[in-house]
């Protein structure tokens, strides 16, 4: 699409209240974006030139580490283009792309074969949670992809709107003007991004299952900002609609403006009015710097939230189990031994103080059965549910 596409969706990037959120949030999810950007693009690259095969899959290999999404998207990448509608842009015989990413893939094994014995002994633990999916919460995640959550928090439907719009705008020009060779990748990161954004809302709504993850879609957000600037350049040097004519060609331009503002309000409501009250990182954390005192322990199940955490609260942040491997997400693991086990050892960290934190949530303690150990044997002065997950305070009865 050029360099000033390239220099308008990185524009962008840098002012999305979204990617900023993450990145603060969530450091992880902004390495993927990254490393699925930088394998997008050697990868597609690599189809128009015939040339850096072997990068395409070291890359790619290093971003399906990243996040267990990213394979999702490199492989449906892989799929779509395979079809006769793409093969224009290729220099590569049609097949060739699918058995790279297929290697890709297979560096992944090490990985992939711990987790899929995982998912075999037990429940998947997102599919395991109820969600009654709503229209409005997937024009509420679009909202906050162009507008930020602050936004979308404080019930500001009119910044929403607009940077929904202003999207629409920019994304549907591009599609206009991608149709030719040359430019068809640009459809084929809008087709992909829709499957990866739309297929887990419409499984989520037929199996009642908390499978639509908003935030997955950050992994294409820079791909998807890059096709919002080719549509501005592209809008802006052809005729967007032919009957118009030369007239509505700073429309793109406009659309660009406008949701450049959108994201740049939505970043100041971001910080002027932080949105952590629902989704509890910054707050929860504020709590637990303010309010544990010194020699109360900090537990937080599942470990995985250690990280995030830590880097918010300054002080001794207790994983259950303790023994949890951070190389693996949701290793296979005894239910009965894990509860045990971690009520042994709370019980060990406790003893001599009259209170003690816990963040929780559910994914690995199957049926609540630590939270009654707890509840059984500890008074529960507080419990603030944050979508980040619940924050209880236990005192000795």
Same mark, same amino acid.
């Given at each position: ?13 840098? $002012? ?28 597609l690259r690599w189809q128009r030139t015939g040339r850096g095969g072997v990068a395409y899959v070291l890359v790619a290999a290093l971003a399906v580490y990243s996040h267990y999404v990213v394979p999702v998207i490199l492989s449906t990448v892989a799929a779509v ?13 049609? =097949? ?14 090490? @990985? ?6 995982? @998912? ?49 705008? #920019? ?8 149709? $030719? ?23 989520? #709504?037929?199996?009642?299952? @908390? ?12 791909? #998807?900002? &890059? ?23 700073? $429309? ?6 406008? #949701? ?7 970043? =100041? ?68 031994? @894990? ?6 050892? $709370? ?48 005192? &000795?009865?």
């Open positions: 699409a050029g360099r000033g596409a390239g220099l308008v969706g990185a524009a962008l990037v840098t $002012v999305s209240p979204y990617a900023v959120e993450f990145s603060q949030e969530a450091a992880l999810y902004a390495l993927a974006a990254l490393l699925t950007t930088f394998a997008l693009t050697l990868g283009a395979l079809l006769r509608h793409f093969r224009a842009d290729s220099v590569l015989p049609r =097949w060739y792309f699918l058995p790279a990413t297929g290697a890709a893939l297979a560096l992944w094994l090490p @990985w992939l074969v711990p987790l899929m014995q995982s @998912w075999v002994n037990t429940e998947v633990p997102r599919a395991s949670l109820p969600q009654d999916l709503t229209a409005g919460q997937v024009i509420g995640a679009l909202g906050q992809y162009a507008a930020g959550t602050a936004a979308l928090l404080s019930g500001d439907r009119l910044l929403l709107a607009t940077g929904i719009g202003a999207t629409a705008v #920019l994304l549907a020009v591009a599609w206009r003007h991608s149709g $030719v060779p040359g430019r068809l990748q640009a459809r084929l990161l809008m087709i992909v991004s829709a499957v990866v954004f739309l297929a887990p809302a419409l499984a989520a #709504l037929l199996t009642g299952r @908390w499978l639509f993850v908003p935030h997955f879609m950050l992994f294409l957000l820079p791909a #998807l900002a &890059a096709v919002a600037g080719a549509g501005v350049m592209w809008g802006s040097r052809e005729a967007t609609f032919p009957a118009a004519g030369r007239a509505i060609r700073w $429309v793109p331009a406009a659309a660009f403006g406008i #949701l450049a503002a959108v994201h740049i309000f939505g970043l =100041w409501k971001f910080y002027a009015q932080p949105p952590h009250g629902a989704d509890g990182l910054r707050e929860l954390a504020a709590v637990l710097r303010t309010e544990a005192q010194p020699g109360e322990p900090v537990f937080v199940t599942p470990p995985l939230l250690l990280p995030s955490l830590d880097h918010y609260v300054g002080r001794e942040i207790i994983g259950l189990p303790e023994d949890f491997d951070l190389h693996h997400v949701y290793p296979p693991y005894d239910g009965q031994h @894990w509860r045990l086990r971690s009520l042994q050892r $709370v019980m060990e960290r406790v003893e001599g103080t009259g209170r003690f934190w816990l963040v929780y949530r559910p994914e690995l303690d199957e049926g609540g059965g630590l939270l009654l150990d707890l509840t059984g044997r500890f008074r529960v002065t507080r419990s603030v549910t944050y979508e980040f997950g619940t924050l209880y305070t236990f005192e &000795a009865r």
